[in-house]
């Protein structure tokens, strides 16, 4: 699992730096110095506090290079829009960096905002993923702003050109003029239809928790020969709806975890599970071994079950209680941060509503399709990290597009509300679908590759990204212009 994980994580990197260069040309060869110095960065500091790397702080890294390459985007996007303005090349970068400078910081506060409360109230898993998170904040805040800067700057002063576009990708969006506001009403009906479909299969099937929330029980089971746990765990999964099989000690010897019956107590359950494991297994153990022979294996070279014990949940209701209140906290850090820069509530309203319509499709959806997903799609610790990816990336993306509008809204035009708006949208627009896309890239790439053990986890983060992408333009925009006066703005215009 860890191999296949590196293999994916390589991969995905090699696609988004390939995509840089192609899309921004030799500014896009800087972003992926930046970028690179940045993973360096965040992994050095960690080995340096001894950190324990898990799936939870591996989603943290995720996000970071997202908010990293976003950075860029903003900068790279700023400086086209002054090329086209025909300003020289050295005032283009000096000004795009300056423009830019605004979205980036205030995209990066409110998520490290959110880190910070998550950091401080949360505990286990969402510690871990608060703690990277922050550490790439600051990483990514630096080679995005410093780094990329130098490298252009350098450039330019040796009297090189730098291209900020390929002559494929040089008018791509430049001309798109989209009305998303008239389209609110029908993303509203879209939208409530999913929230209210979430909903009910949320209050009627539930979710799948996995064993880190019901507990269970565990088996130590040894082998005559080397097994692989993937297909073992692919066995038992048929057998007992879901389990957890892991290496243990030697690589003849597995820990089998199923949360089969978990409810139920007594010998006639342990005979069930026991018999069920010895007939899944009996494949893979010698020929001629009995059911009492596998179920006493007890002695240093006997075959079978070598332990097995009942096991509570990892995560608490304590610890569940905590990452709520967590949760909740952050986000109202957050909304009054928005509200602090924005001088707006209704900005701060769009960006909580368009959280809360993420998390809810991305659990709606897990709970619709767990039963006939291919993978596994239980609740577990590592899902916990996913859902609190999603709130991060929908923050950074619609914090990004309010402070576009802030700008339009500030620059003396005469136009009115909806139209600023639209024009603030459309101009973000290559920005928005650029990080999407580099985002989706790298969990896409990691979901195909990655095995089979972090297949549900990395649905969970495209899915948030797909529909953050959504909300940020067509739930948190709209949200926050319905609910502004439009006669005050005019009176203020």
Known sequence: AIQAGIYSFMIALIIVLLWMIFYYGTSGIFADIALLLNILLIFGILAGLG????????????????????????IFERVREELKKGKGSRKSVSDGFNNALSSILDANITT?????????????????????????????????????????????????????????????????????????????????????ISLVSLFSKGLNQGVDFVGGRSYTVRFENPVNPTEINSITNNVFGSSEVKTFGEENQLKITTKYKVDIEGIEVDEEIQNKLFTSLIDFLPEGITYDDFVKGSSEKSIGIMSSI?????????IKNNSFL????????????????????????????????????????????????????????????????????????????????????????????????????????????????????????????????????????????????????????????????????????
């Open 112 to 196: 490290g905002l959110t880190a910070l409360i998550l950091f401080i109230f949360g505990t286990g898993p969402i510690k871990g993923f608060a703690t990277t998170l922050l550490i790439g904040i600051g990483t990514s805040l630096f080679t995005a702003i410093f780094i990329t800067r130098i490298l252009v700057d350098s450039r330019n002063d040796k009297g090189k050109n730098v291209s900020f576009s390929t002559k494929t990708t040089k008018e791509f969006l430049s001309n798109i003029n989209l009305s998303f506001l008239q389209k609110r009403k029908i993303a509203y009906l879209i939208s409530a239809f999913l929230i209210i």
């Open 326 to 493: 967590a949760v909740i906290g952050s986000l109202i850090v957050v909304f009054l941060y928005i509200l602090l820069r924005f001088q707006k509530w209704q900005f701060s309203l769009g960006a909580v509503s368009a959280v809360f319509h993420d998390v809810l499709i991305v659990l709606g959806i897990f709970s619709l399709t767990y039963t006939f997903m291919p993978f596994s799609m239980e609740i577990n610790q590592a899902f916990i990290a996913a859902i609190l990816t999603v709130i991060g990336y929908s923050l950074n993306d619609t914090v990004v597009v309010f402070d576009r509008i802030r700008e339009f809204l500030n620059d003396g035009s005469k136009k009115e509300f909806d139209e600023t708006v639209n024009g603030a949208l459309n101009s973000t627009l290559s920005r928005t679908l650029n990080t999407s896309l580099t985002t989706l890239l790298v969990l896409i790439a990691i979901f195909t590759f990655g095995g089979e053990s972090i297949r549900g986890f990395m649905f969970a983060l495209i899915i948030g990204v797909i529909v953050g992408t959504y909300s940020s333009v067509f739930i948190a925009t709209p949200v926050m212009f319905d609910t502004q006066n439009n006669k005050k703005i005019k009176s203020e215009k």
């Open 51 to 74: 950190a324990v790397l898990t799936l939870p702080g591996i989603a943290g890294i995720v996000l970071t290079i997202g908010i990293s390459v976003d950075a860029n985007v903003l």
């Open 310 to 318: 009942k096991v509570g949940p990892t995560i608490a209701d304590d």
